[in-house]
């Protein structure tokens, strides 16, 4: 079945310095891959995604990047802020399949001031 | 509000007692599932709905039960909890499932078996 694999599992960064988070997956077919956010003690939302037919997204301060031949994507995360401080999961969709979503283990971000 | 709702939100418990979790969405979604999160392990799919009637298997399917005969609710059943189903639940809802849709969470359920 399909596999994510995220790093790093903790991330400390300074205010205004940028954060990267990488994922990799195992199913080649893979074909969507969002990035979901979780403030402490709230639930995940989704912050940004790409389709495998895109190279690069970008939305204000985050971009996600993919890499199919590698198998990998990357969020980033510039300007950082205190309230960017929080958990970040990467997900993979296998075409065809009924499941939805495997997710990766999460990465802790906390953006110090 | 559209919205996925969960109850309880806490939940302590002692072991082989039966309980359910309910879950409830409003945004006329077909497909349902439901997750637990652990740490160091992000999230695990338990069960999901493609529609109503319509239940399989996810990643982590042992120890648990679901139902879903409205299209709006997808309750969880323990029928006899262990301590390693504590947890935290969120259950989650898209309208179309198929893995391309944004998925919305439930605000989580945080159990404790004893």
């Known amino acids: 079945g399909e596999n994510v694999e995220q790093h790093p599992s903790t991330l400390s960064v300074q205010e205004g310095d940028s954060a990267v988070i990488k994922c990799t997956y195992s199913?080649?077919?893979?074909?969507?891959f969002p990035w979901y956010k979780q403030e402490l003690g709230k639930r995940p939302q989704l912050i940004i995604d790409i389709r495998s037919n895109v190279g690069e997204k970008k939305d204000q301060r985050i971009a996600v990047t993919l890499n199919k031949t590698a198998k990998h994507f990357s969020l980033h995360i510039t300007e950082t802020q205190p309230e960017d401080s929080a958990v970040y999961f990467c997900?993979?969709?296998?075409?065809?399949?009924?499941?939805?979503?495997?997710f990766g283990s999460g990465t802790q971000l906390t953006v110090l001031p | 509000e559209a919205q996925v709702t969960q109850n309880p939100r806490y939940l302590i418990t002692v072991t082989g007692k039966k309980l359910t979790v309910t879950c409830s969405q409003n945004?006329?979604?077909?497909?349902m599932s439901w997750y637990r999160q652990d740490p160091g392990l992000g999230l695990r799919q338990i069960y999901y709905s493609m529609n109503v009637e319509v239940t399989d298997k996810g990643d982590v399917p042992e120890g648990y039960k679901v139902s879903r005969k409205e299209k709006r609710n997808f309750p969880l059943i323990l029928e006899s909890p262990s301590p390693n189903q504590t947890s935290l639940y969120f259950c989650a809802s898209s309208p179309r499932g198929g893995g391309s849709d944004t998925q919305y969470f439930g605000p989580g359920t945080r159990l404790t078996v004893l």
């Open positions: 997900a993979a969709h296998f075409s065809g399949s009924a499941r939805q979503l495997t």
């Open positions: 945004m006329n979604h077909e497909y």
């Open positions: 199913d080649s077919a893979s074909n969507y």
